[in-house]
């Protein structure tokens, strides 16, 4: 199947600081991207859609100036958590989906998330 | 909005036994259904999926799912649970978002143990 990986899957940072996240398909384009958030023992909770070429869709209640995503290529998905806090460790899973099944069946592919914790 | 319900956080099992995890859903139209599994600090890996046709749904590691319109359920059933299957099971439905392409809605995950 398709191959979607994320680095890095460990970071530890200070507060204050910033750090970016990167989501790449490794076998297919993705036109679309998706960035989720999992608080332990929680379910993942759907950050933002990234769509290649023009501004992510947040969803509601997700800060767009504290999780800035760059969707610069078919095949790279950036978050930066900007100014990070001790709560915003969590663990961070994008996903993705090759465009070229154009039917609406198709298996939506998850990297292997990003750690972050926070100090 | 589209919604997701596991019942069961925490469920064990002994390795030999048949297992069933189930999962409600709320979605106005006809759902798109998945059932994902996760191992520890890993991303989520597809069991099965049910977007329409079949009611009964077969995965891979030998996983089935049920799709029960009338009860909206889509529980996932196993006859025979095998140490390896020990990790977090998450169910979610599916909204069509254009350009072939849809977002997911998980549920709180039930987590699986398993006694040898």
């Known amino acids: 199947g398709a191959v979607v990986s994320q680095h890095p899957s460990r970071v530890i940072c200070k507060s204050g600081t910033s750090v970016k996240i990167e989501c790449r398909s490794l076998?297919?384009?993705?036109?679309?991207m998706f960035w989720y958030r999992q608080f332990p023992k929680q379910s993942l909770m759907l950050m933002a859609t990234s769509n290649e070429g023009s501004k992510a869709t947040y969803e509601q209640g997700v800060e767009k100036d504290k999780f800035l995503i760059n969707h610069a290529s078919l095949t790279l998905s950036t978050l930066t958590v900007t100014s990070a806090h001790p709560e915003d460790s969590s663990f961070y899973i994008c996903s993705a989906r090759p465009p070229s099944w154009t039917d609406n069946t198709g298996e939506l592919f998850f990297g292997e998330g990003s750690r972050l914790t926070v100090l | 909005a589209q919604s997701v319900t596991q019942p069961d956080i925490h469920i064990t099992v002994s390795e030999g036994a048949s297992l069933e995890l189930r999962c409600n859903y709320s979605?106005?139209?006809?759902?798109?259904l998945f059932w994902y599994v996760q191992s520890p600090g890993q991303g989520l890996q597809l069991l099965l999926k049910?977007?329409?046709?079949?009611?009964l749904v077969q995965g891979i590691k030998g996983f089935e799912a049920e799709f029960k319109r009338s009860q909206s359920s889509f529980n996932l059933r196993k006859p025979s649970v095998h140490w390896s299957d020990a990790a977090e099971y998450f169910c979610?439905?599916?909204?069509?978002?254009?350009?072939?392409?849809?977002?997911?809605?998980f549920g709180k995950g039930t987590k699986l143990s398993v006694i040898p």
């Open positions: 076998d297919f384009q993705a036109t679309t």
């Open positions: 979610a439905v599916g909204r069509y978002s254009g350009a072939g392409s849809y977002q997911l809605t």
């Open positions: 049910y977007f329409s046709g079949d009611t």
């Open positions: 979605y106005g139209a006809t759902p798109y």
